[in-house]
C-alpha cells in the first residue's frame, strides 16, 4: 500500500533524507522510529503530497503521489504533529468543512461525523467552538477529520501528542481495529514503547539521512 523507493529529499544543501526504501503493507502499522529532527515530519509530508521528493518515488495505494496527486489523496488520512484548526469554527463546522474538501455527500457526511465523534468520545463537544476544547480534544477532532473520508491509507505524525492515558489507551484500540479491518498505518514517533506495544513492523531513521538497512527488519507480535 506504501512504497517509498531510493527517496530522497534536500532544503538547499541539506539533504533531510537520503536512499530511502520503505515498503509498507495493506492492514500493517509500521512504526517510523527516530530522534527529533531525524526526518520523520519530512517523509510523511512526502507520503502525504505535501513535500516532493528531490529524487525517487512515493506510492500511495498504487498511485505515484507525484504524478497522480489527486488519487493518491484521496485514499490517504493525514494526522499532522501539530494539526490546523479554525478556532472560530465549531467542531461540527470544521468536520462538515472538511468533508466538503472531500466533496462526500451530505447523508453521508452526517452519519461519519456521528459515528466517529461517539468513537473518539467528542460528539457532546462537536458544537461548541474548538478554540474551548483541550488539547486531547483538539487532536481526537483531528483524528475524525483524517478518517471522515474511509481512507486506505492513515498518516500519523506523533499520534499521542496532547492525549491523556485514557486516550491514549482508546486510540491503541482504535488503531489496532482498523489495522485488522485493512486500514494501512504509517505512524512517526520518537516513542519506543509505543511503536512496540502498537506496530506490527518497525523502522528507524537515523542521523537524519537514511533508514539503515537493520530497521527494515520487522517486530512480530
Same mark, same amino acid.
Given at each position: 500500500?506504501?512504497?517509498?523507493?531510493?527517496?530522497?529529499?534536500?532544503?538547499?544543501?541539506?539533504?533531510?533524507?537520503?536512499?530511502?526504501?520503505?515498503?509498507?503493507?495493506?492492514?500493517?502499522?509500521?512504526?517510523?522510529?527516530?530522534?527529533?529532527?531525524?526526518?520523520?515530519?519530512?517523509?510523511?509530508?512526502?507520503?502525504?503530497?505535501?513535500?516532493?521528493?528531490?529524487?525517487?518515488?512515493?506510492?500511495?495505494?498504487?498511485?505515484?503521489?507525484?504524478?497522480?496527486?489527486?488519487?493518491?489523496?484521496?485514499?490517504?488520512?493525514?494526522?499532522?504533529?501539530?494539526?490546523? #484548526?479554525? /478556532?472560530?469554527?465549531?467542531? &461540527? @463546522?470544521? +468536520?462538515?468543512?472538511?468533508?466538503?474538501? !472531500?466533496?462526500?455527500?451530505?447523508? %453521508?457526511?452526517?452519519?461519519?461525523?456521528?459515528? #466517529?465523534? /461517539?468513537?473518539?468520545?467528542? &460528539? @457532546?463537544? +462537536?458544537?461548541?467552538?474548538?478554540?474551548? !476544547?483541550?488539547?486531547?480534544?483538539? %487532536?481526537?477532532?483531528?483524528?475524525?477529520?483524517?478518517?471522515?473520508?474511509?481512507?486506505?491509507?492513515?498518516?500519523?505524525?506523533?499520534?499521542?501528542?496532547?492525549?491523556?492515558?485514557?486516550?491514549?489507551?482508546?486510540?491503541?484500540?482504535?488503531?489496532?481495529?482498523?489495522?485488522?479491518?485493512?486500514?494501512?498505518?504509517?505512524?512517526?514517533?520518537?516513542?519506543?514503547?509505543?511503536?512496540?506495544?502498537?506496530?506490527?513492523?518497525?523502522?528507524?531513521?537515523?542521523?537524519?539521512?537514511?533508514?539503515?538497512?537493520?530497521?527494515?527488519?520487522?517486530?512480530?507480535?
Amino acid at each position: 500500500m506504501i512504497k517509498l523507493s531510493g527517496v530522497g529529499k534536500n532544503f538547499g544543501d541539506y539533504w533531510a533524507i537520503k536512499d530511502l526504501d520503505i515498503e509498507v503493507a495493506k492492514g500493517k502499522i509500521f512504526g517510523f522510529l527516530g530522534p527529533n529532527g531525524a526526518g520523520k515530519t519530512t517523509t510523511v509530508k512526502m507520503i502525504a503530497g505535501l513535500l516532493k521528493p528531490a529524487v525517487g518515488q512515493i506510492f500511495a495505494g498504487g498511485y505515484d503521489v507525484v504524478a497522480e496527486p489527486l488519487k493518491a489523496k484521496s485514499i490517504i488520512g493525514y494526522v499532522p504533529d501539530k494539526g490546523f #484548526l479554525y /478556532e472560530k469554527l465549531t467542531g &461540527r @463546522e470544521f +468536520l462538515r468543512f472538511v468533508a466538503a474538501l !472531500y466533496k462526500m455527500p451530505e447523508e %453521508q457526511t452526517a452519519g461519519k461525523i456521528k459515528g #466517529l465523534s /461517539e468513537t473518539f468520545s467528542i &460528539r @457532546e463537544i +462537536l458544537d461548541g467552538l474548538i478554540e474551548s !476544547y483541550s488539547a486531547g480534544m483538539r %487532536q481526537r477532532l483531528v483524528f475524525v477529520a483524517a478518517m471522515l473520508n474511509e481512507p486506505k491509507i492513515l498518516l500519523i505524525d506523533e499520534p499521542i501528542v496532547g492525549l491523556d492515558p485514557k486516550g491514549i489507551r482508546m486510540l491503541k484500540n482504535l488503531l489496532q481495529g482498523q489495522a485488522a479491518g485493512g486500514l494501512t498505518i504509517f505512524m512517526a514517533t520518537h516513542s519506543l514503547l509505543l511503536a512496540e506495544e502498537l506496530c506490527s513492523d518497525i523502522g528507524i531513521i537515523s542521523s537524519g539521512r537514511r533508514l539503515e538497512d537493520f530497521s527494515l527488519q520487522v517486530t512480530e507480535k
